[in-house]
Structures are given as structure tokens and as C-alpha cells.
């Protein structure tokens, strides 16, 4: 079992910046892959970017690269989204999540989100 418990979110102009952390804890192996969805009200969920808990690779979805970075801190067992260059578009709930990093490759989502957080809400105004 695995939890994971996000941190910041909040609210920001367009073009700001903010990060969103994550703790980790449980039995965490490194095949797993850790990262970030989103959801906007009346949008499905998307994802948005993880990091394999070996560190070794990352992903990003579509809409945010070239502007979110997401890094892992292994000694605090602690992953990080730093959000730039935001946009209206960004809102949403966001949540940190783990599963097996090869259903995330695959794109199989569903089979992928085995962990939750409770999710954090970032608002971006005009």
C-alpha cells in the first residue's frame, strides 16, 4: 500500500508560477511512477506529468511541456511539480499519484492510478 499526500496548489495570475508537492510513503518500488493528474470541472482527467521512482525517466502530457518540471527528492521521499507560465487553461483539481511505470508508458490509465490523493485545487485568472 501506498500513500501519498500532496501540499500547495492555490491560486495564481496568468503567467505565475507555483509548485505543488507530494509526499510519499509505504511500500514504494522502483518500477513504480509517480506523478501528477488534473481534473477541470466537466473535463475528463488528464494527465499532466510523472517521474520514475528510480529517477531515471519522466513524462509529460501534451498541454504542459516546456512549462511544468517534475523532480524527485529520494532522501525525503518527496516529489514536486513546479507549474510556469500558467494559463486559465490550468485549472483544475490536481492530484498526486502512483502506480506501475509501465502502464503509465502504455497510456492505460486506468490500470495505472492504483493511489490517490485527496487532490489540491490551482485556479488561474485572466
Known amino acids: 500500500q501506498v500513500q501519498v499526500v500532496e501540499s500547495g496548489g492555490g491560486s495564481v495570475q496568468a503567467g505565475g508560477s507555483l509548485r505543488l508537492s507530494c509526499a510519499a510513503s509505504?511500500?514504494?518500488?522502483?518500477?513504480?511512477?509517480v506523478g501528477w493528474f488534473r481534473q477541470a470541472p466537466g473535463k475528463d482527467r488528464e494527465f499532466v506529468a510523472a517521474i520514475k521512482w528510480s529517477g531515471e525517466s519522466t513524462l509529460y502530457g501534451d498541454l504542459v511541456k516546456g512549462r511544468f518540471t517534475i523532480s524527485l527528492d529520494s532522501a525525503e521521499n518527496t516529489f514536486r511539480l513546479q507549474m510556469s507560465s500558467l494559463k486559465p487553461e490550468d485549472t483544475a483539481v490536481y492530484y498526486c499519484?502512483?502506480?506501475?511505470?509501465?502502464?503509465?508508458?502504455?497510456?492505460?490509465?486506468?490500470?495505472?492510478?492504483?493511489?490517490w490523493s485527496r487532490g489540491t485545487q490551482v485556479t488561474v485568472s485572466s
Open positions: 509505504g511500500r514504494i518500488f522502483r518500477e513504480y511512477g
Open positions: 499519484v502512483a502506480g506501475d511505470w509501465e502502464f503509465l508508458q502504455e497510456r492505460k490509465y486506468e490500470l495505472y492510478l492504483k493511489f
